[in-house]
């Protein structure tokens, strides 16, 4: 099931990369290929012990998967198995002893995962770096889904919940999915959670607005959807590449 639903996830985002070009221009070819381990030092080990009596993963998947990482000397690396854990917001690797490491904070600047396609294309990636907003930090890793002046961002978590039913006397703790967006514009070095409508977006990209505005006017955006909001900062950032 779980690679079922790994699967699908990567479709749907493979086919969202390949309609607003994220990862244009990114030759993954030149990416040198290294053990995490030989570049990476004071991760710590991770243990499961307080995670066994918790249903569910903490984890984006529980496999580990190829990647390329951006490391904060702004060089990239492939060859590298990665996973996610959304509720710290850490990178876990596997060091050259085949042993799980948490990455320290902000060490990687950036994560790619892999095209399930058996190439090295990109499907998506995860940044930090960002401005600090209520509830994060600059470590915090965002799911980006555009490269340029501005970017949505998806901040993707999970969190420990507990239930109780009648049938139990002590509450069952799960983890439970968690999801919020942000606009984030280096125009201005400013990154708010994003609120439907026009208005704001138009506020977010307002050395722009009146181009936007018309184009949003031309599609019929009311900027009520991520998808609408995607597009709109992807029309953006090609105002400056003109």
Same mark, same amino acid.
């Given at each position: 099931m779980k690679t079922l639903l790994f699967f699908t996830f990567s479709l749907l985002v493979n086919s969202l990369s390949a309609q607003i070009g994220f990862f244009n221009g990114l030759n993954t070819n030149q990416f040198q290929k290294i053990n995490l381990s030989n570049a990476l030092t004071g991760g710590l080990p991770f243990t499961?012990?307080? &995670? *066994? /009596?918790?249903?569910?993963?903490?984890?984006?998947?529980?496999?580990?998967?190829?990647?390329f990482v951006q490391?904060?000397?702004?060089?990239?690396?492939?060859?590298? =198995?990665?996973r996610f854990n959304l509720e710290t917001n850490k990178i876990h690797y596997l060091n050259q002893d085949k042993k799980e490491m948490v990455a320290d904070n902000g060490i990687i600047k950036r994560l790619y995962f892999k095209s399930f396609d058996g190439?090295?294309?990109?499907?998506y990636s995860y940044g930090c770096g960002y401005p600090e907003s209520p509830g994060t930090t600059v470590y915090t890793y965002f799911q980006e889904y555009n490269s340029g002046v501005a970017s949505f961002l998806r901040l993707h978590? @999970?969190?420990?919940? !507990?239930? @109780?039913t009648l049938a139990t006397v002590d509450p069952a703790?799960?983890?439970?999915?968690?999801?919020? #967006? #942000?606009? #984030? &514009?280096? /125009?201005?070095k400013k990154m708010v959670k994003w609120k439907k409508g026009k208005d704001f977006i138009l506020d977010m990209l307002a050395d722009?607005?009146?181009e936007v505005g018309n184009y949003m =006017?031309?599609?019929?955006? !009311?900027? @009520?959807?991520?998808?609408?909001?995607?597009?709109?900062i992807q029309? #953006? &950032?090609? *105002?400056f590449t003109k």
């Amino acid at each position: 099931m779980k690679t079922l639903l790994f699967f699908t996830f990567s479709l749907l985002v493979n086919s969202l990369s390949a309609q607003i070009g994220f990862f244009n221009g990114l030759n993954t070819n030149q990416f040198q290929k290294i053990n995490l381990s030989n570049a990476l030092t004071g991760g710590l080990p991770f243990t499961t012990e307080d &995670n *066994l /009596n918790i249903q569910g993963s903490p984890f984006l998947f529980d496999e580990f998967n190829d990647a390329f990482v951006q490391l904060r000397d702004d060089k990239f690396y492939s060859g590298i =198995k990665i996973r996610f854990n959304l509720e710290t917001n850490k990178i876990h690797y596997l060091n050259q002893d085949k042993k799980e490491m948490v990455a320290d904070n902000g060490i990687i600047k950036r994560l790619y995962f892999k095209s399930f396609d058996g190439t090295d294309s990109i499907a998506y990636s995860y940044g930090c770096g960002y401005p600090e907003s209520p509830g994060t930090t600059v470590y915090t890793y965002f799911q980006e889904y555009n490269s340029g002046v501005a970017s949505f961002l998806r901040l993707h978590s @999970k969190m420990i919940v !507990e239930r @109780k039913t009648l049938a139990t006397v002590d509450p069952a703790k799960q983890y439970d999915e968690k999801e919020s #967006y #942000y606009v #984030y &514009n280096s /125009n201005y070095k400013k990154m708010v959670k994003w609120k439907k409508g026009k208005d704001f977006i138009l506020d977010m990209l307002a050395d722009k607005s009146v181009e936007v505005g018309n184009y949003m =006017k031309q599609n019929r955006m !009311e900027c @009520k959807s991520t998808d609408d909001a995607i597009r709109i900062i992807q029309f #953006y &950032n090609q *105002l400056f590449t003109k």
